[in-house]
């Protein structure tokens, strides 16, 4: 965003330019909630993931306004349709769209092409997926080949305490018809479903599929895991497929990998699939808005899009850049990933989002996976621990 900035005021004719107030990832929620929360009319623009949405959504300016007015917004040539339906609804409250997406990220099952081919096994291409059932059976064909390749298992997952850690979690819970979220402030980690699609997901490491690591991995390690040739999958965010096809980075994995999508049991159209985005809103106390709009609207319009997309920064929200067969050789993860936004499921619009991944399903879904808490026992404690939450919170 800073690095493209200078060509919007370029392309504003020089009228507009756009200063960054960097914050350290660490502090960047808190910092960005306290700005805003301020009152103060020094921050027009504010990048905003799609996790925090129900503490920040409440202090954006809507957008509608801005879009009816034809000197600032042609809507034939943006194309809001072009976005899926799916990331509009985590840019959007009660009062319509508050922000607009630039990216999106969804976890993917990530898998060495090389070595499925090597060993006749046949991963389905999306937007067909394994079920639960047909992925165990690939991994029994998988584990006699390992050790003629060095490899120790045949797949890493993350199983941190840690906000991804609680994502890959839920996503198991989703797979299996699960839905423990299912208001703003009420639970269901008690729902059969629940407890099985992680049984699912806990299994691979109790069966010693996974990486003995599962307790410990996250972000970072799942992608090593990859770079290394310790295993010939993974299930990772679909920002680590820069890094694997870059030959200088991971020489082992470049030009070798393929995407997938997760597995699931029952119904192969059944929602899975968290999908987060990174939006550009505009905060409420603006003394710019105008041009605050105008910028929104030029870095997440199709054109900007694809520049930021053919330069490797990241992906795209736009389901014509994700299926544009231009970017099918560099960056082959684009197609599975606009194929897992059709099963994205529903987020709940709630202020608590945040601290139930990470202070309600992250400990419980890690002591599952670190063996010291089955799975049953873990969902009880999540219902329990969320409807404390709320209580403490004051309902």
Known sequence: MKKLAPQFTDF??????????PIPTSSSNQGTLSQLKSGASTCDLVD???TNAGLINQYLEPLQPFMDQPSLFNPAVYNLADFPNALLALSKTKDGLVSLPYGSDTPLLMYRKDLMKKWGIEVPVPPKAWSWDEFNAAIKTIKPHLAEEGMENPIAIGGASSVS???FALQAMWSAGGDPLNGAKTFNFKDPKVAE???????LVTSKDASPGTATYDYAELQQSLVLGRVPMAIEWNAAAGDLGD???SPKTAGNMAYAMVPYAG????PRTFLSTHTVAMNKNSANKNAAFEFIAWYTSKDVARIYVASGAGSSGRTSLLTDSSFEASQPQLSALGYSLAVAHALPDSPYLPSILTDVIAPSSNAA???TSDVTSAVGAMQIAAEAMVQKAGG
């Open 12 to 21: 504003s004719k020089g009228k507009i330019t756009v200063d960054f107030v």
């Open 369 to 371: 996976y670190a063996g």
């Open 48 to 50: 905003q993931s799609s």
């Open 247 to 249: 030959a200088a980075k």
């Open 197 to 203: 699609g992680l049984k699912e997901s806990v299994g």
């Open 165 to 167: 850690g609680a994502i």
């Open 267 to 270: 119904n192969p159209k059944q």
